[in-house]
């Protein structure tokens, strides 16, 4: 496994995050950004795995940034590439625009040459230019860094060309850029969170047809609080491509065309039909499709204690059926549900792709402070590792700040 260590910048604003890219683009590129646009990471509250099922999920913006500070560039450089430099890696490198063959490039560089093409398929072809990119959006900890960087990158080609995309249409413009840029088949819910979420709202998003429902989160006594567990296992056996044939082979002997089409009672029919291994991946996905539409139903309506059996009831579904939680993350969430409603837990579960990364959990805001501590204590007593905690509202997604 890899740690993941926090930076002593994870708390800064947004506002200080964009002054610090721009101040950092005039001492890189001796010149004043004239672009300055943000993306932000997501965390998911419930409806995991879902998204490549045509499922629904329930995420919400959080108020960690990758941020974009650049200028067009008239150097006569002989390759039509952008020199882009990002602070979180701590290294430059010159990205060919789309059209240009473009040399290896290490894995943070190709997701914004896969915006570059991607982009480039809808007309939207930037000049050469220059960039900084900086970001407290936490790496490796399923928050969703990458469509942060992706967002953020088409969003800069939208101010520099001129030119808009429809809002998800540049969603998918950047799921694409994941896919052929990255090699990873993730579903639309990190870059339509990314693009589309508003501030103090959770995003009921349907991934068969795209629509989008805004749900308030409104009741100022509930606060969202990730916990970053600071562990990353590195699999070798390509685990979320695995999980996703799954699926797709369940559905097929379950003739649907996605899980989203199955129920419970299909699922039972066809017992004798399914392995144990296909069986228990349809069991999560279809249970947590119900389990988010119900999720948020409940959250509109301030039930709190059913939120957090359902929560809870996702967590043990990730757990047991879909096996993509690790020990550390079960630790964290066994952490909060011992803590449970007379302390000011409502519900707790891990969050994103799994083994490793954050878990997210609803809390009474009066004793946030005090639950992160207490989890965080019992975390470290019991593997050795300082986990990272901070609570979001509902952010804003993708922006120009400065254009």
């Given at each position: 496994?890899?740690?993941?260590?926090?930076?002593?910048?994870?708390?800064?604003?947004?506002?200080?995050?964009?002054?610090?890219?721009?101040?950092?683009?005039?001492?890189?590129?001796?010149?004043?950004?004239?672009?300055?646009?943000?993306?932000?990471?997501?965390?998911?509250?419930?409806?995991?795995?879902?998204?490549?099922?045509?499922?629904?999920?329930?995420?919400?913006?959080?108020?960690?940034?990758?941020?974009?500070?650049?200028?067009?560039?008239?150097?006569?450089?002989?390759?039509?590439?952008?020199?882009?430099?990002?602070?979180?890696?701590?290294?430059?490198?010159?990205?060919?625009?789309?059209?240009?063959?473009?040399?290896?490039?290490?894995?943070?560089?190709?997701?914004?040459?896969?915006?570059?093409?991607?982009?480039?398929?809808?007309?939207?072809?930037?000049?050469?230019?220059?960039?900084?990119?900086?970001?407290?959006?936490?790496?490796?900890?399923?928050?969703?860094?990458?469509?942060?960087?992706?967002?953020?990158?088409?969003?800069?080609?939208?101010?520099?060309?001129?030119?808009?995309?429809?809002?998800?249409?540049?969603?998918?413009?950047?799921?694409?850029?994941?896919?052929?840029?990255?090699?990873?088949?993730?579903?639309?819910?990190?870059?339509?969170?990314?693009?589309?979420?508003?501030?103090?709202?959770?995003?009921?998003?349907?991934?068969?047809?795209?629509?989008?429902?805004?749900?308030?989160?409104?009741?100022?006594?509930?606060?969202?609080?990730?916990?970053?567990?600071?562990?990353?296992?590195?699999?070798?056996?390509?685990?979320?491509?695995?999980?996703?044939?799954q699926c797709e082979a369940a559905a097929k002997i379950l003739q649907v065309s996605a899980l989203r089409e199955a129920n419970l009672t299909d699922l039972e029919n066809n017992r004798d039909n399914l392995d144990d291994v296909h069986f228990r991946r349809a069991q999560h996905v279809i249970g947590e499709i119900e389990r988010t539409t119900q999720c948020a139903e409940a959250i509109a309506a301030g039930e709190w204690k059913?939120?957090?059996?359902?929560?809870?009831?996702?967590?043990?579904?990730?757990?047991?059926?879909?096996?993509?939680?690790?020990?550390?993350?079960?630790?964290?969430?066994?952490?909060?549900?011992?803590?449970?409603?007379?302390?000011?837990?409502?519900?707790?579960?891990?969050?994103?792709?799994?083994?490793?990364?954050?878990?997210?959990?609803?809390?009474?805001?009066?004793?946030?402070?005090?639950?992160?501590?207490?989890?965080?204590?019992?975390?470290?007593?019991?593997?050795?590792?300082?986990?990272?905690?901070?609570?979001?509202?509902?952010?804003?997604?993708?922006?120009?700040?400065?254009?």
């Open positions: 496994m890899a740690m993941s260590k926090p930076s002593p910048t994870d708390n800064l604003s947004l506002a200080d995050l964009a002054k610090r890219a721009a101040k950092t683009f005039q001492e890189r590129f001796d010149r004043t950004a004239s672009i300055v646009v943000a993306a932000p990471g997501r965390v998911n509250i419930i409806g995991e795995h879902t998204d490549y099922n045509d499922g629904f999920v329930l995420p919400m913006a959080i108020d960690r940034y990758t941020v974009v500070a650049g200028d067009g560039s008239d150097d006569g450089r002989t390759v039509r590439a952008a020199r882009i430099c990002s602070t979180t890696m701590d290294e430059e490198q010159a990205i060919c625009l789309a059209g240009e063959h473009s040399p290896p490039l290490p894995t943070w560089a190709k997701y914004i040459r896969g915006v570059f093409d991607a982009a480039a398929e809808h007309g939207i072809v930037p000049p050469v230019f220059d960039a900084v990119i900086d970001s407290n959006v936490p790496l490796g900890g399923g928050l969703s860094s990458s469509a942060a960087l992706e967002v953020a990158t088409a969003t800069f080609l939208e101010e520099i060309t001129g030119s808009r995309l429809d809002p998800k249409t540049k969603a998918l413009v950047c799921q694409q850029a994941e896919h052929q840029g990255a090699g990873v088949p993730c579903g639309i819910m990190d870059q339509f969170s990314s693009v589309l979420c508003e501030e103090g709202h959770l995003m009921l998003l349907d991934c068969r047809n795209q629509e989008t429902t805004m749900v308030p989160l409104a009741d100022p006594s509930v606060t969202v609080l990730i916990i970053n567990s600071n562990v990353k296992h590195e699999l070798t056996g390509g685990e979320y491509a695995e999980r996703r044939q059913r939120v957090g059996e359902l929560m809870y009831g996702s967590h043990d579904s990730l757990r047991d059926d879909y096996e993509v939680s690790c020990k550390e993350l079960d630790t964290l969430v066994e952490a909060a549900r011992e803590l449970g409603p007379e302390a000011g837990v409502i519900g707790s579960r891990m969050t994103g792709g799994g083994f490793g990364g954050c878990t997210v959990t609803l809390v009474r805001t009066d004793q946030a402070d005090r639950i992160a501590e207490a989890i965080c204590k019992k975390y470290h007593e019991q593997t050795g590792i300082e986990a990272t905690a901070f609570v979001t509202p509902p952010a804003r997604g993708a922006h120009v700040i400065k254009s």
